[in-house]
């Protein structure tokens, strides 16, 4: 323990950015990655939220092109948010490290789905690593960075919820190479991907990937650990834990540089041991990799690919166990708090019988008893799309009975697009939006965003006002009402706006019952603070 840290994973990623210079981190709130950047702002990084993962990821691409360490980082479903400007990194490069952490959430602890974002690195190319504890987790973000720089490209560091929330010691060491003072070089070829240059920058990725997967075949991201020549097994991050504790006795190839595979190494380790199977949560990744070499390997069986793994569950794939798993203890369902205004808003919508086109967020639980009032919940800003499109071809007794229901943040995240398309392409009997503005990011945390005008680290900045949004995109029906227990007001306007057959938003406005005592100290800092117009702050008084 001399000189070591107790950190969850999160925390050592942010402290190993904080260590290698990182110039700029940037993403958007979502379990488990959330306290990455918060834990970088309190080392004293410049942290941003930013609108969405796509939003980040293009900033911190434009760091990285100026010559500065940046740090991207967002749940798993937010890199598909992200995925565009991914893939085109991977042709142009980089000319300074750029980390992106994608991180998945096995058994959607706090999730829509549970996608192995494995995948990404080999759709996109970009090379990817895996760690499987907080030491790991500092050590591979400094040789994430150290591999981007090498090869000039952005490395996808993907992580999951046991380790970004477990806690485990770790022993800083501090950069590998301080970083280079931020300067822009001109790079038109390089940075400008019309059809011409990004042919050639295709195949330049291709060879960087190639030089990588011969460069990973002696790399010290893997290691053998020696054991029996009887059971060999291979596996990557949080399942390695699992592994050992399982099986003690087996010989482990622990991969850590997941893509591009080192598939010598792979080989001679399966040409070793007398059985060789694979250990990995989610897809099998690893198992079609190495099967597609030629290589047999035993994989899991399909009833272990949904979930986390755990002790329990690798000894049973161990034995090739399918018969029913132990029905774990029911947990208390989650439910909106006692003073929550969503409660208003759902009880009225479930009076209406309405037809409610869901968000994400912690207004997703009106689907639970008693209000039971959602009907779809996609994805991040699909509540306006999804309404519009069942108020385009219901009857019309039906269609007028649809609402969208977004939250502040999720509005700002991916709904103004959505906002744009009810003005464009209006239904013809209107359409009502309700967006629930308790004035933060509440299911991951309670973080700022651009309609809370305060920054990451809670100070004042430019404040995004919902309505005069709303009004400018051409809404002309705008509302912003108080749910209040006793009131009636949200009710009349509710039933207004649907009889109306109109375009109509409702911003039900009411902050977070808690956070209440942090907005009246937030309030209280920004008295002596004030932003300009080019969005700097200035300091009031003395």
């Not at 995925?83 to 602890?109: C, E, I, N, R």
């Not at 989610?282 to 979930?307: C, H, N, S």
């Not at 203890?329 to 439910?335: F, T």
């Not at 309030?523 to 300009?532: A, K, L, T, V």
Request: glycine share 8%; aromatic share 6%.
């Amino acid at each position: 323990m001399k000189n070591g840290k107790l950190l969850s994973g999160d925390e050592a990623i942010a402290l190993a950015a904080w260590d290698a210079g990182v110039a700029l981190g940037a993403g958007y709130p979502g379990t488990p990655s959330t306290e990455i950047l918060e834990s970088f702002s309190e080392l004293g990084g410049h942290a941003q939220w930013s609108p969405n993962e796509k939003v980040a990821l293009e900033v911190t691409i434009g760091a990285a092109f100026a010559g500065a360490r940046a740090l991207a980082t967002m749940k798993h479903v937010g890199l598909n948010v992200a995925s565009d400007p991914l893939f085109t990194s991977a042709y142009t490069g980089v000319d300074a490290a750029l980390v992106v952490v994608s991180a998945d959430d096995p058994g959607m602890a706090s999730s829509q789905n549970e996608q192995d974002n494995r995948r990404y690195a080999v759709a996109a190319g970009v090379p990817m690593l895996e760690p499987s504890d907080s030491q790991e987790a500092y050590d591979f973000t400094l040789a994430a960075i150290e591999i981007s720089e090498r090869w000039k490209i952005p490395v996808l560091l993907r992580v999951t919820t046991r380790v970004c929330h477990s806690y485990t010691v770790v022993h800083p060491g501090g950069s590998k190479g301080a970083p280079k003072a931020a300067s822009f070089a001109r790079d038109i070829k390089g940075r400008v991907m019309i059809p011409a240059y990004a042919r050639l920058a295709h195949r330049k990725l291709r060879q960087k990937l190639a030089e990588m997967q011969e460069w990973n075949e002696s790399c010290q991201l893997n290691r053998v650990v020696p054991g029996s020549e009887k059971l060999g097994i291979i596996t990557s991050g949080i399942s390695f834990m699992h592994v050992r504790e399982a099986v003690p006795e087996a010989s482990v190839l622990k991969l850590g540089f997941t893509h591009p595979l080192p598939m010598k190494q792979i080989i001679q380790f399966a040409k070793s041991v007398k059985r060789c199977l694979v250990i990995e949560e989610g897809d099998p990744y690893l198992v079609e990799a190495i099967r597609a070499q030629g290589v047999w390997v035993e994989g899991k069986p399909d009833m272990y690919r949904f979930g986390e793994l755990d002790v329990p569950r690798v000894r049973r794939i161990l034995d090739n166990d399918v018969s029913p798993e132990p029905t774990k203890p029911a947990g208390k369902p989650p439910q909106l708090c006692d003073a929550c205004q969503y409660r208003i808003v759902f009880e009225s919508l479930r009076k209406r019988d309405c037809i409610v086109a869901g968000d994400i967020g912690c207004y997703t639980l009106g689907v639970l008893q008693p209000f039971e009032a959602i009907d779809s919940c996609v994805c991040m800003g699909a509540s306006i799309g999804v309404g519009l499109g069942m108020r385009h071809v219901l009857p019309s007794d039906q269609a007028r009975r649809v609402v969208s229901v977004i939250g502040d943040s999720t509005f700002v995240h991916s709904g103004i697009s959505g906002l744009v398309e009810m003005v464009y392409n209006p239904p013809p009997n209107g359409h009502v939006l309700i967006i629930l503005d308790n004035a933060t990011t509440a299911m991951t945390g309670h973080q700022e965003h651009p309609g809370t005008g305060r920054s990451l680290n809670h100070e004042p900045t430019n404040k995004l006002v919902l309505e005069d949004l709303v009004r400018a995109v051409g809404v002309k029906r705008v509302h912003v009402v108080e749910p209040r227990m006793g009131s009636e007001e949200f009710d009349r306007v509710l039933t207004e706006c649907l009889n109306s057959d109109e375009l109509a938003v409702i911003i039900a406005r009411r902050p977070c019952i808690l956070i209440v005592k942090q907005l009246k100290q937030y309030e209280q800092r920004g008295q002596n603070c004030e932003c300009d117009p080019k969005g700097a702050n200035v300091e009031q008084g003395n």
